[in-house]
């Protein structure tokens, strides 16, 4: 599966993995107990910041980076309609500083060290029976798919403007989800094989 990690080395590569989530948890969930939106922009601002700090890691996101800019124009105008445009702004602000963080996590950790640091942390749970490893790997899976999917979309979208000059868009959707059913079909005939051994 195609994969959103940049090769390209940055100073967040060399945090673990560990400490990078912990670090991005507690400032993500710092930004949705804050709703001064004067503490939320700087708060923005700092992620913003930290993700240009990535300088051309930042390339496999920018289609990523594209729809999320589309998802906040379209809840600030939603939220103006509704005549909220401070909680629109809010809401907004939260959005582009969670996503900020989770891409450039996801820019600069593989999944293999994200599913180490998942099997640590759930790894008490085993004391009263959990099977943790099948937990972590199902969550391993699912950060996979996920990413997967946006790299997909970018291919499937660059195929269709090479051809006709356009945007994808909802043309899109059909062969998106052939791919994705495809994906699965065949990671899931691999795990077959794999676990059957």
């Known amino acids: 599966m195609g994969s959103l990690y940049s090769e390209h080395r940055t100073w967040l590569h060399g945090i673990p993995a560990g400490l990078k989530l912990a670090l991005f948890a507690v400032l993500g969930t710092?930004?949705?107990?804050?709703?001064?939106?004067?503490?939320l922009s700087c708060g923005a601002a700092a992620c913003a910041l930290l993700f240009a700090s990535l300088g051309r890691a930042v390339l496999p996101a920018r289609k990523l980076l594209v729809s999320l800019l589309l998802a906040l124009l379209?809840?600030?105008?939603?939220?103006?309609?509704?005549?909220q445009p401070l909680l629109g702004l809010v809401s907004a602000l939260r959005l582009l500083s969670a996503s900020l963080l989770g891409i450039a996590l996801t820019l600069t950790t593989r999944t293999s060290e994200l599913l180490h640091v998942m099997e640590r942390v759930l790894s008490p749970l085993q004391r009263v029976g959990i099977r943790?490893?099948?937990?972590?790997?199902?969550?391993?899976m699912m950060l996979?798919?996920?990413e997967h999917f946006f790299v997909v979309w970018k291919r499937l979208d660059d195929a269709h403007r090479a051809r006709t000059g356009k945007p994808?868009?909802?043309?899109?959707v059909a062969p998106?989800?052939?791919?994705?059913?495809?994906?699965?079909?065949r990671v899931a005939d691999t795990l077959e094989v794999r676990l059957g051994e």
Request: aromatic share 14%; charged share 15%.
């Open 30 to 39: 710092l930004q949705f107990w804050l709703t001064d939106a004067i503490m």
């Open 74 to 83: 379209l809840l600030m105008a939603f939220h103006s309609y509704m005549q």
């Open 132 to 140: 943790t490893e099948r937990f972590a790997f199902q969550l391993a």
């Open 144 to 146: 996979r798919f996920t």
């Open 168 to 172: 994808g868009g909802r043309r899109l």
């Open 176 to 185: 998106l989800i052939i791919q994705m059913l495809l994906t699965a079909r």
